[in-house]
C-alpha cells in the first residue's frame, strides 16, 4: 500500500512541476498564508503578557507543533474527504476496480506537493519555539511522538469525513469543521476555551492529545482538568484508537455504497 501511495503520488508530483512558475507561487502562496496565523498570535502577544497563562514562545511551540502535524496529514490525506465530488462524478466506480485500495487512491488524486509550504512555515515556528524554551531532554522525546500522533488523528478525521461522505453526498462542509476546524481550535492552548469543551476534545473528539495534552506534559505544566501529568503519554494510544474507528467507518462506507450506474 506504501508503494502505491508513493508511485500515485509521484505521478501527481510530476505533472505539477510541469508548470514551474505557478508550482513556486501556490508553494510561497501556501507559505505566506499560513503566515497569517503567527500574525495573528504577534498581534495578540503585544496587546497582553501571556495568553492563558502561557507566554509567547509556549504558544509558539503549541501552534506549531499541532500546525505542523494538520499541514502534514493535509497535504497527505486531506484528499480523502473531497470524495463526494468522486461519488457525484461516478468515477468512485473506477477506483473501486483498480487492484489498489480505494483510499490510498483518494489520498493521491490530484496530490498536490505545494501545500508542503504550510508545513515547512509551521515547522519553523515550532524550531524557533522549541530553541527559545529550556526543555529538558527527560521530556523532548516527546515532541516528535506528538507531532507523529496528531497527523495520524488529523488523517482519521479526514477520513472519518469521507466516510461520512456516503451517507451525505452533500457534507464536505460537515467534515471541514472537523479537520480543518480542529486545527484551528489548537492554534491556541485550550484553556482559552470553556471547560466543557476541553472536556469534549479530550474525552470525546481526541484533539487535545495533538498538541494540548503532550504539551503540557513537555513544558512539565499542570492540567486544569486536573488530569495526571501522564496523560500527554496517551496521544500515540488515542491516535490508534481514533485511526481504528476511521478504517472500520470507511469500510462500512465502501459497502454501502451504490454505483451511480453510469
Known sequence: M????ALLAWAWTRAAAQYRVSFALMT??????????????WIIFANTGSLAGFGLTEVMFLYGASELAFALADLLFGNVDRISQQIRAGTLDVMLIRPASPWVQMA?????????????????????GLARLDIPLARAWMVPVMVVSGIVIFAALFTLGGAL????????????????GGAML???????????IVRGLTFVLPLAFVNW???LYVLGRPDPLGLPSWTGLLSPAAALALAAVAALAWRAGIRRYRSTGS
Open 165 to 180: 461522505q456516503f451517507l451525505l453526498t452533500d457534507a464536505t462542509e460537515v467534515a471541514s469543521a472537523f479537520t480543518y
Open 2 to 5: 506504501i508503494r502505491t501511495y
Open 213 to 215: 495534552q503532550p504539551g
Open 108 to 128: 493521491t488524486d490530484r496530490f498536490t506537493p505545494h501545500r508542503i509550504g504550510r508545513a515547512v512555515q509551521a515547522g519553523t515556528v515550532l524550531g524557533i
Open 186 to 196: 489548537n492554534q491556541y492552548p485550550l484553556s482559552v476555551y470553556d471547560a466543557r
Open 28 to 41: 510561497a502562496g501556501a507559505f505566506v498564508i499560513g503566515g497569517l496565523d503567527i500574525a495573528v498570535i
